[in-house]
């Protein structure tokens, strides 16, 4: 028997006798489990409330985690809802209190618990491919290419920088190997048969040149590490401008693509990934050099010890690998959480939305979605963690084991006569030198290729964003006095319906048309083809006798103004929100003009710094507007570019009657100038329109004035105006 909310495992209450007929328990059951069907989904395993309960199933949403995540997900919720103590109250979503003493009279009062969230896996085959080539063959293969990568984008960025980082790298590593070499000088006279000063005499030019070798070392080190310094930031800046730029460049399509989002904040994790890879590079390279001075040392002291100083390493190698092949994976797995948790995050904590969470009762839910996407998180991570300590241990045993046949082979030249006193007191000296270095190398290695994979899932996604680049024509567009779609269908990726289906129809300047019809019937679809923010995929959108596919695209957008129904809130100067995008002036006259327009004068007035109050309270200190008055900067800065097309996409929803007067007046002054679009749901509107567009599955079924469509029996127009004076 499924446990109720309120109650510990196991307790009983007593409930009056029902009749058994019709199944009304059922039916309701059933109603209250299709409220959260779209999230959770149904079947086993779950009761009416949306709990999962692990006697009659796994939740689909952990189906394939491990165990211990099963557990968290199934029981986090239960176990906020059953305390111990049966007298203890327990807050329930809503704010609501509840003890066992009232659980029986909860029922129509309690509300459900939330679902589970939903368990959003990123799906991309080049990342699974990657992750499963990972070995360390592959390792040999991509190590140098990401070195070379990291070389090559450096070089782009500072070249001084690189040949300095570079040239005192090889220099560290020739001083080093000198060090090594004055040791091995210095040691036949320590350990010789004469008294101490003679010793101390003898060795005394060999310990000066090791001791004046060793500050020539530090002293490049220093400065390869400045070099690296100057440019670990560039290079990320290079990174993250290539990433910003790509995206921009990209048509529209493309940002519609299933799965863009995952991929993109994959490469982002890649761009943040930068500033380690140059850091990690330098020290491996350092490390590289001094084994190669060390080894050439001690080969020359004894052939055997070279051999033997790699099978040292090289598990600790391996072991660095497979690390990192594990974290990454865990990595990949929590990517679609990981954006999930970021719009938790946004929703709970932004201004914007708090009244929304807060007086609709949803802090609570809000809260334990991002602590059960948290935990689940945090299970893939603690998943993986015994395997990589098991990786570590295992490795770090057999390196254990070649490291004491080292030191064993090297006791046994030295008390056997193979080599003296003094090459084998370097030899110990070297040897330590060498297999610090080797585990350093090896550790900055995997370091290497860790950030490299981080890299190709940058990589990945500019070749994929930058195939996708807009591939328009350069041909430079005069101000239209025509807009005409011909037969233009779009279909958006990964839908089998087209938005806009075989649409035809012209816009001339002068002309104030305005687009009509139910939501989802292509309006925005329509409008961003009008502006050649998006290309239709069947027909063709010309500009006067220009198809928009052939004309450049900077050019084309610099004849058109947009406000859309989410608007942008510029953290800008009040001047920057109506000139954004547009050359500075030497004087606000255009500035004033376009405030005027839309009866923004008295607003800015009253700011504390007029245009150049800065409005971003929230983030900069400045001042916050209301959501009408960010809907007329939006309006003003969309006039003061003059535009030769103006769309308008529910321009005054947020305005008052005195405000949408003062921005339709404007547009009707204006409409000579410009072809004007206003798509709108406030049918009162259309009023001011030469003519009236209506759309419905992505067709025109409709057009005409005003007047003549509200008159036209049984027309869609008219039934949608009519329903909209009926309140």
Not at 230 to 239: D, I, Q, S, Y
Not at 273 to 294: H, K
Not at 413 to 430: D, K, N, S
């Amino acid at each position: 028997m499924a446990s109720r909310p309120g109650l510990r495992q196991g307790a009983r209450t007593k409930e009056p006798p029902r009749k058994r007929h019709g199944g009304g328990r059922r039916v309701r059951r059933d109603r209250r489990r299709s409220a959260f069907r779209p999230l959770i989904g149904s079947g086993p395993g779950r009761s009416p409330h949306g709990s999962v309960h692990r006697a009659r199933g796994p939740c689909r949403a952990t189906e394939g985690n491990p165990p211990r995540l099963k557990h968290v997900c199934s029981n986090l919720w239960r176990s906020s809802l059953c305390p111990a103590s049966p007298v203890r109250p327990q807050r329930l979503p809503g704010g609501a209190q509840l003890t066992t003493s009232d659980s029986t009279n909860t029922s129509a009062t309690t509300p459900p618990p939330p679902p589970p969230p939903a368990d959003l896996r990123f799906e991309a085959k080049d990342v699974a491919n990657r992750l499963a080539g990972i070995t360390v063959r592959t390792v040999v293969r991509r190590l140098p290419a990401a070195v070379w990568w990291t070389l090559k984008m450096a070089w782009r960025v500072d070249r001084p920088a690189v040949l300095l980082l570079g040239v005192c790298q090889l220099a560290a590593g020739v001083a080093q190997a000198v060090a090594l070499a004055a040791t091995a000088r210095a040691m036949g006279p320590l350990l010789g048969g004469a008294d101490a000063a003679s010793r101390i005499d003898a060795a005394l030019p060999a310990l000066a040149v090791m001791v004046a070798a060793a500050a020539v070392a530090r002293v490049f080190t220093v400065l390869a590490a400045y070099g690296s310094g100057r440019v670990t930031p560039k290079l990320t800046t290079e990174a993250d401008t290539r990433f910003v730029e790509t995206v921009c460049r990209a048509e529209l399509t493309a940002m519609e693509e299933p799965g863009f989002h995952d991929a993109q904040t994959a490469a982002k994790a890649g761009v943040q990934r930068t500033a380690n890879v140059v850091t990690d590079v330098q020290r491996c390279m350092s490390a590289l050099m001094q084994i190669t001075g060390a080894m050439g040392a001690l080969t020359v002291l004894h052939p055997v010890l070279l051999p033997l100083i790699v099978l040292a390493v090289v598990p600790a190698g391996v072991g660095e690998i497979v690390a990192a092949r594990i974290s990454y994976r865990t990595h990949y797995l929590n990517i679609g959480d990981q954006n999930v948790r970021h719009m938790v995050r946004w929703w709970a904590t932004t201004p914007k939305h708090a009244t929304e969470v807060r007086a609709n009762g949803m802090t609570d839910y809000v809260r334990y979605w991002y602590a059960a996407i948290s935990r689940r998180m945090d299970a893939r991570t603690i998943a993986a963690a015994p395997r990589t300590a098991r990786t570590v241990l295992a490795a770090s045993a057999v390196g254990g084991l070649f490291q004491t046949l080292t030191w064993g082979v090297l006791a046994y030249l030295a008390t056997h006569g193979h080599i003296g006193l003094a090459v084998a007191a370097t030899a110990v000296v070297g040897l330590r030198a060498v297999i610090a270095s080797l585990g350093n190398a090896v550790s900055y290695a995997a370091n290497v290729l860790n950030t490299g994979m981080y890299l190709e899932d940058l990589h990945s996604f500019l070749d994929r964003t930058g195939r996708a680049a807009q591939q328009r024509g350069t041909r430079l567009p005069d101000a239209p006095r025509e807009v005409r779609v011909d037969n233009a269908s779009y279909t958006y990726p990964s839908k089998d319906r087209p938005a806009v289906d075989g649409l035809s129809l012209t816009l001339t300047r002068g002309e104030v048309v305005a687009v009509v019809g139910v939501n989802g019937a292509g309006k925005s679809t329509l409008m961003n083809l009008i502006t050649a923010v998006t290309l239709p995929d069947k027909g063709r959108v010309l500009w006067d006798a220009a198809e928009t596919r052939a004309l450049d695209a900077d050019a084309v957008w610099r004849h058109t103004g947009v406000v859309t129904q989410d608007f942008a809130k510029w953290p800008l100067r009040a001047r920057e929100n109506v000139t954004q995008g547009q050359p500075r002036t030497d004087h606000d006259d255009p500035v004033w003009e376009a405030v005027d327009q839309v009866g923004l004068r008295e607003a800015v007035d009253e700011l504390p710094h007029g245009l150049d109050t800065l409005l971003a309270r929230e983030y900069f200190g400045g001042s916050e507007l209301s959501g009408g008055q960010w809907q007329r900067f939006a309006c003003a800065r969309a006039l003061y570019r003059k535009p030769a097309v103006l769309i308008l996409d529910e321009p005054t929803s947020q305005l008052d009657a005195r405000g949408e007067h003062q921005i339709f007046t404007a547009l009707r002054q204006q409409r000579r100038d410009r072809i004007t679009v206003i798509v709108t749901h406030r049918l009162d509107n259309t009023r001011l329109a030469d003519r009236i567009l209506v759309l419905d599955h992505g067709r025109i079924v409709e057009q005409g004035t005003f007047d003549e469509l509200r008159a036209t029996p049984g027309s869609l127009f008219a039934e949608l105006y009519d329903l909209s004076q009926d309140r």
